[in-house]
């Protein structure tokens, strides 16, 4: 028989309203308190409501690991008799974690039921296959019903959108399934499926899994393959709630960078339909989110214990989070904050010739106007000496033009008019490109 502990982050449409908690503590205490009286028979855990909160530990004890802000938002916990059913193994533990920024968590346990073939329990890969996909069933299922009558009751009170901001949104499958087998040492074959399970990972991990068998570490725990020993279980406890924290932050800017990425890739549609003002807001909220993501964690660092701040940096930088995650979000701000300024100029440019297009036309016709005038004038003056009475002479222009039709007065005017306009926008575009 093998046992697995596993845990998975899902997405989906969750995040406390930006500066909620800090603009007006108290009522947004006091909404939580709300909530929680009104899922009592829930059995939930609200972390924000008062009855929940305890006092900051701060720097008075070495080896405290009490945050001023829980991270977790609201936590449950599922009887096992209530899961899906999963082929081959049995749940024997399901909870979850509500996260900001988007982030649900979901973790169990499982064993595989008795009676199943010798063979097949040695298959080291079919089992991580059967808890990744048991994991991702589970963890829609804990979306699909515990975070969704959550939802529900949020929607219940008029205020909030003040305290929390709630997206519709298509579940998918977890980011990742993280499985640990915890290891079997008096089981016959324990310790050679342990040895498979982490084989083809690298060289460390084989080195690793022998330290562990032997009984020099407590576990191995680097890459989405994990072993536990059961009788270490403190120092287990330890790492799985420093790996919590790291799956959280990972998670959460996992998707930052990907709004980013959605963004950056409308802003580079050749369509005309996209909507500059709409891209720059969800780009503005999204930003938002990366600094608070970015100073959040810098409070971690600040209240976690040394102990399980190493472990998380352990966790972080095995996973290259600065250079994977963290780097390239700030760079895709700028390069969507640069694209978009760009776009908007473009169109602003766009905008303004079509507005100059419209002037010249207006004035053009001008042209027109005087050349009327002017014939006109002359055959005005042919017939009424007194307005030519200081004129020394037959006017030449005045004359000729008086004489010319109408219409081909008309005709050369509009000719006229309609180069000058030619000219203008071939002038104009050229500037512009």
Same mark, same amino acid.
Do not use: C, Y
């Given at each position: 028989m093998h046992e697995f502990r596993w845990m998975a982050p899902i997405r989906v449409g969750f995040?406390?309203?930006?500066?909620?908690?800090?603009?007006?503590?108290?009522?947004?205490?006091?909404?939580?308190?709300?909530?929680?009286?009104?899922?009592?028979?829930?059995?939930?855990?609200?972390?924000?409501?008062?009855?929940?909160?305890?006092?900051?530990?701060?720097?008075?004890?070495?080896?405290?690991d009490t945050l001023p802000r829980p991270l977790e938002v609201v936590s449950g916990a599922v009887e096992p008799a209530e899961a899906p059913r999963i /082929? #081959? %193994?049995?749940?024997?533990? @399901?909870?979850?974690?509500?996260?900001?920024? $988007?982030?649900?968590?979901?973790? !169990?346990?499982?064993?595989?039921? /008795? #009676? %199943?073939?010798?063979?097949? @329990?040695?298959?080291?890969?079919?089992?991580? $296959?059967?808890?990744?996909?048991? !994991?991702?069933r589970l963890a829609r299922h804990c979306a699909e019903t515990d975070y969704a009558f959550l939802v529900q009751q949020i929607r219940h009170f008029s205020d909030a959108k003040e305290f929390v901001d709630l997206e519709e949104r298509d579940l998918d499958r977890p980011l990742w399934v993280t499985r640990a087998l915890v290891l079997d040492s008096e089981g016959t074959?324990?310790?050679?499926?342990a040895r498979r399970w982490v084989s083809d990972i690298d060289t460390e991990h084989r080195a690793q899994v022998g330290e562990?068998?032997?009984?020099?570490?407590?576990?191995?725990?680097?890459?989405?393959?994990?072993?536990?020993?059961?009788?270490?279980?403190?120092?287990?406890?330890?790492?799985?709630?420093?790996?919590?924290?790291a799956q959280f932050f990972w998670s959460a800017m996992h998707?930052?960078?990907?709004?980013?990425?959605?963004?950056?890739?409308?802003?580079?549609?050749?369509?005309r339909d996209v909507s500059i003002t709409d891209l720059r807001h969800e780009l503005r909220a999204t930003r938002h989110r990366a600094q608070e993501l970015?100073?959040?964690?810098?409070?971690?660092?600040?209240?976690?214990?040394?102990?399980?701040?190493?472990?998380?940096?352990r966790f972080l930088g095995t996973w290259e989070y600065l250079e994977l995650l963290e780097e390239p979000v700030r760079e895709k701000v700028e390069i969507c904050r640069e694209r978009l300024a760009s776009l908007?100029?473009?169109?602003?440019?766009?905008?303004?010739?079509?507005?100059?297009?419209?002037?010249?036309?207006?004035?053009v016709t001008s042209v027109l106007a005087t050349a009327i005038a002017l014939v006109q004038f002359g055959r005005d003056a042919g017939q009424d000496p007194s307005q030519s009475v200081f004129d020394l002479g037959n006017g030449s222009i005045t004359s000729w033009l008086s004489s010319q039709s109408m219409d081909a007065i008309l005709i050369l005017s509009l000719m006229l008019s309609v180069v000058l306009v030619a000219v203008f926008i071939w002038k104009r575009r050229q500037s512009l490109s």
């Open positions: 995040t406390s309203t930006p500066g909620a908690a800090d603009r007006d503590p108290e009522r947004f205490r006091a909404f939580w308190d709300r909530l929680a009286h009104r899922v009592s028979a829930q059995r939930w855990h609200m972390h924000r409501a008062a009855d929940h909160r305890t006092g900051p530990a701060g720097w008075s004890k070495a080896a405290a /082929p #081959g %193994l049995e749940v024997t533990e @399901l909870s979850w974690s509500l996260f900001d920024h $988007d982030v649900l968590l979901v973790e !169990g346990r499982l064993r595989t039921e /008795p #009676g %199943l073939d010798a063979e097949l @329990l040695r298959d080291a890969d079919h089992w991580e $296959d059967a808890v990744q996909q048991a !994991g991702a074959g324990g310790e050679a499926f562990l068998i032997a009984g020099a570490r407590p576990l191995v725990a680097q890459w989405m393959n994990h072993i536990h020993r059961p009788d270490r279980p403190g120092e287990i406890e330890l790492s799985w709630q420093a790996l919590r924290k998707w930052v960078d990907e709004s980013l990425r959605q963004i950056l890739a409308w802003s580079m549609a050749e369509s970015l100073m959040l964690r810098a409070e971690v660092r600040q209240h976690v214990s040394r102990r399980s701040h190493e472990e998380m940096q908007a100029e473009d169109r602003a440019a766009r905008s303004a010739m079509f507005t100059d297009i419209i002037l010249m036309s207006i004035g």
